[in-house]
């Protein structure tokens, strides 16, 4: 468990204090909370990579945040509208889920909150699958069957495993890199699962017409590259590849005037040469190390809502700024990408 997540569990030292409070101590006046999926029942996708909350504890998080900050929306940041004294949240999903479409953007019209979902160019239309995505299918699997020998011989081969042992194998498929997605197919292929049907049958993403239809209800959209690569595990050229290109297809897809870009996973391994490349674009960019302030200014990091706990969203802000204010004593609360 992280140190973050350790301040979680120990929310009784703090969760009497006003967040407002909480604000002001930290010099803040504006947070990014940032959510994937919403589970309203069945869930395929994400249950064995990270706990999502229910339709109940997302109203509850919403509700939590309207009362104690304003919503704005992604342009209202690209207008630097701000008034001084007041705190402010912008939110944002991730991965364009047809679950954001059918789940979550009803709650958000209800309640009136205008938020930005950062899609991946290859996805929409369920063209792909998201790796990770193969990993929960695959995972999941794994705990119902009871395979054959020879299925089980296969595996052992595939993976270069020394015997059949479930614990390894599900350590090589929560480990497993972009990279490795031949890999995961050939395990599909084994195990008899295919994702072109789960992509056919189950349409885990949004279609073009739903974005439009979204967009055209007030709700913005990004890019989040092609197909959701760990930046860390490419080199820059390909992280420069990434990100123009996906942006480039889903501004011209949806006709989008801004250049919004959020980072799959999270940042780390983007170096300020990245930033000095992309500066003519005139983007903002997000990441997703939690309330963390970034020497470009143009990067706002935003806050993971999900973990494998479910956390109420006064605890996770509250405890991000205590977090953030801890930091700042040791002169750690700043990102630096030398
Ligand atoms: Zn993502």
Redesign the pocket.
């Known amino acids: 468990m992280s140190l973050k997540e350790l301040c979680f569990r120990f929310n009784f030292f703090y969760k009497l204090l006003p967040v407002h409070f909480l604000m002001k101590l930290a010099n803040k006046s504006m947070i990014l909370p940032f959510y ?1 999926f919403v589970n309203d029942g069945e869930n395929r996708l994400t249950r064995n990579l990270y706990q999502s909350k229910t339709k109940k504890q997302f109203i509850e998080d919403i509700q939590y945040l309207k009362t104690h900050f304003t919503a704005l929306s992604i342009n209202d940041l690209q207008l630097k509208k701000h008034s001084k004294n007041n705190f402010r949240f912008i939110l944002s999903f ?2 364009g889920l047809a679950n954001f479409y059918n789940v979550v953007a009803p709650i958000l019209l209800e309640e009136e909150v205008y938020c930005i979902n950062f899609l991946n160019s290859s996805f929409i239309d369920n063209k792909e699958l998201f790796y990770r995505y193969k990993v929960n299918i695959l995972i999941e699997l794994m705990l119902k069957i009871k395979l054959s020998e020879t299925k089980k011989e296969s595996i052992i081969k595939l993976l270069e495993l020394k015997k059949f042992n479930k614990k390894d194998i599900f350590k090589f498929l929560r480990n497993a890199s972009i990279h490795q997605t031949t890999t995961l197919d050939t395990f599909a292929e084994i195990v008899e699962v295919s994702f072109s049907d789960f992509l056919e049958q189950e349409k885990p993403y949004m279609s073009k017409n739903q974005i439009l239809e979204l967009k055209n209800k007030g709700f913005g959209f990004g890019a ?1 590259s092609k197909n ?1 690569p760990r930046y860390s595990q490419l080199n820059l050229k390909d992280q420069l590849k990434e990100t123009l290109e996906s942006l480039l297809e889903i501004n011209d897809l949806f006709s989008l005037k801004n250049n919004f870009f959020a980072f ?2 999270s940042d780390d391994g983007v170096k300020n040469e990245f930033f000095e490349i992309i500066v003519k674009e005139k983007m903002l960019t997000f990441g997703s190390s939690g309330l963390k302030d970034d020497e470009i200014e143009t990067h706002y990091q935003r806050i993971p809502m999900e973990f494998n706990t479910i956390y109420s969203a006064e605890t996770i802000i509250k405890g991000e700024l205590i977090y953030y204010i801890l930091k700042k004593l040791i002169g750690k609360h700043k990102t630096k990408r030398k």
């Open positions: 994937h991730d991965d989040h959701h799959p996973f």
